[in-house]
């Protein structure tokens, strides 16, 4: 006796059947409007086999059907071979795309523009036995099913496979069961079909294009109360897998807990939960710290600020963002890409409104996707690039910090977290350029003998790919870091931007003419500098989404030791990041506006997003 499960929070049912009896004398039925995807990556070898074979079991379901080659930037032939055959037949359409989408963008395509009423897609490989398909097709078509798909771990399915791959996959479903309380056995089975109604009502909620589209849509199919069946079926090894088995285990280990979270924590994370995540944890730390210090001493503070020199701090503030441009694009151009000050200058300010909105400077990732989208610029470079930068930034904050320390030393001692703080960085910095300037002399060496480094790997495996993208982007990285001239440069423009920045909390100070702080005094303007430094160093370590509340609480206990008022300092620290702040996201906004782009777009930004494009 064989098992169908079908699962939905509508029903939850069990019906046996006699699965023998029933691909021997189930009768055909004639079924309108079917659309099969193949979605193909380097499958010349077999491409032609699996679209004879899929195009004769459809003839025996349906009058009216058309199979979809969804290539996936393939550079084995498998474009020329799909371009013929969609010459050849006029049921095969052959959707290209030059680069490598991803699993769920290529389906997603080719779901678009199919125009059956039952969709579905199938391994390229027929590792599932096509005696099923009728059975796929009918569930959808005949049988009232908004979902369908094939088990290769219902204890009643006869399926073999390699021990690893036989155990990552029960590993993997057993988490998706555990933490997504679905309660299919097998998520990942190419052997689905979909009601076109029903398919594109979830569309848009599935925010994977990789790996992980098959299990997401499921999950939430299931969850939003969809009649999913799921029946064992017949299934061998189709040869090599697509799948890295590592990287794309790993990253759908993650892609489960971000599910996980969106589902049971709903709103959190996603468009307007962010902005208001963020805004609560900032008010709370700032609340905790103006209670501490007297609410109504800060208030009273605020009162006698200076207006026209907070605009004029708020202005100064405004022209360190076309040097920011500036710096990165002297980088850019050592790498060999020209692009203009304004795509850049704006490609910065929405990376930079990422990071006030979004923890642990995940902002970083929206200038790679823009840098990819508007100019198709490689991840290695804009990675190296991004990391250049935050380099330079800290080795220019380090540099102020010390030689403020020194302008100070001889009125107070400097906290021990300050020194620490300051010497970590600086540290940091020393290791980071002496193994940087050893692996580029390795790499020269190397390639000075040699011409092209030899691998024993083939060109086509995973882990050369990585040594490939790893070499590149020290290669890259030594272009700027590790020559005197590139160097210099970025360094002075660094020192230039974190001086603006200093000189805004300087007026910012200077705004409260009552306070009875002498702004001309050198020990004064060290102290500036110092707290600035010390706050933008501690914005390395990402505790709060923009720093909020840590980059004040640092120049508070910088300015108290030096002998300001601590409730003096909390208020300039506030109105200063508040600045700052307000400048990047309006800067941001308008930079948004201006390349099409919208706010839940970049919010949204993953390493997942960046591999699918």
Not at 556 to 584: C, M, Q, W, Y
Request: glycine share 8%.
């Amino acid at each position: 006796m064989g098992f169908i499960r079908v699962y939905g929070i509508r029903c939850n049912i069990e019906v046996s059947i006699n699965q023998d009896y029933y691909h021997k004398h189930s009768e055909v039925v004639r079924i309108t409007s079917v659309s099969v995807v193949l979605p193909a990556y380097n499958e010349a070898a077999r491409i032609e086999n699996t679209v004879s074979i899929t195009a004769e079991a459809l003839s025996k379901i349906t009058d009216s059907f058309e199979i979809i080659i969804a290539e996936d930037g393939s550079t084995d032939g498998t474009d020329r071979r799909a371009s013929k055959l969609s010459e050849q037949h006029s049921y095969v359409k052959h959707l290209h795309s030059d680069e490598r989408q991803g699993r769920g963008r290529a389906l997603n395509r080719a779901f678009k523009a199919a125009s059956g009423d039952v969709l579905c897609y199938i391994d390229v490989d027929l590792a599932t036995d096509m005696s099923y398909l009728e059975k796929l097709i009918r569930a959808v078509s005949t049988e009232g099913y908004d979902f369908a798909t094939g088990s290769r771990i219902m204890p009643e399915s006869d399926a073999k496979r390699p021990f690893k791959r036989e155990f990552a996959s029960r590993g993997y479903n057993s988490l998706v069961r555990l933490f997504l309380h679905s309660k299919l056995y097998d998520h990942q089975c190419g052997f689905k079909a979909f009601r076109r109604d029903a398919l594109f009502e979830l569309l848009d909620e599935i925010d994977n294009q990789h790996w992980f589209w098959d299990t997401e849509l499921l999950v939430r199919a299931q969850h939003q109360g969809y009649r999913v069946l799921e029946f064992p079926v017949y299934w061998r090894h189709g040869g090599s897998s697509k799948v890295n088995f590592v990287k794309d285990i790993l990253g759908m280990g993650s892609e489960i807990f971000r599910l996980w979270w969106e589902l049971f924590f709903p709103g959190l994370f996603s468009g307007k939960g962010k902005l208001f995540l963020a805004a609560s944890l900032a008010l709370l730390i700032l609340a905790l710290v103006a209670t501490f210090l007297g609410a109504s001493d800060v208030l009273e503070n605020i009162k006698q600020v200076s207006l026209s020199t907070l605009v004029l701090a708020s202005l100064v503030y405004c022209i360190s963002w076309p040097l920011r441009g500036i710096r990165f694009q002297q980088i850019l151009n050592r790498l060999g890409n020209h692009y203009g000050l304004g795509f850049l200058t704006g490609s910065i300010f929405i990376s930079q409104s990422a990071n006030v909105i979004l923890p642990a400077r995940i902002g970083d990732l929206s200038r790679m996707y823009i840098l990819k989208k508007s100019k198709d610029l490689a991840f290695t470079t804009s990675l190296s690039s991004l990391t250049i930068e935050r380099v330079f930034d800290i080795i220019a904050i380090t540099s102020i910090a010390a030689l403020a320390s020194s302008g100070v030393a001889s009125r107070f001692e400097l906290a021990v977290w300050m020194e620490s703080l300051i010497r970590f960085s600086g540290f940091a910095i020393l290791i980071f350029f002496v193994g940087l300037f050893s692996l580029s002399f390795r790499e020269g060496r190397i390639t000075k003998r040699g011409g092209k480094k030899v691998s024993a790997i083939s060109s086509g495996e995973p882990l050369h790919k990585i040594k490939e993208f790893i070499s590149a982007f020290i290669h890259q990285m030594s272009i700027v870091a590790v020559r005197p001239g590139a160097f210099l440069a970025v360094v002075a423009s660094s020192l230039f931007i974190w001086g603006m920045d200093i000189f805004t909390c300087y007026l910012v100070l200077k705004a409260f003419p009552t306070a009875g702080v002498d702004m001309s005094s050198g020990f004064t303007i060290s102290l500036i500098f110092l707290a600035v430094a010390l706050g933008n160093i501690a914005k390395t370590f990402p505790v709060t989404p923009g720093a909020i509340g840590t980059y004040e609480v640092a120049l508070t206990a910088v300015f108290g030791l030096g002998g300001i008022r601590p409730e003096l300092g909390f208020t300039v620290a506030v109105l200063d990041h508040i600045i700052k702040n307000s400048v990047t996201l309006l800067g941001g906004g308008i930079a948004l506006s201006g390349l099409g782009l919208r706010w839940r777009e970049i919010l949204s930004t993953s390493p997942d997003t960046l591999k699918g494009m």
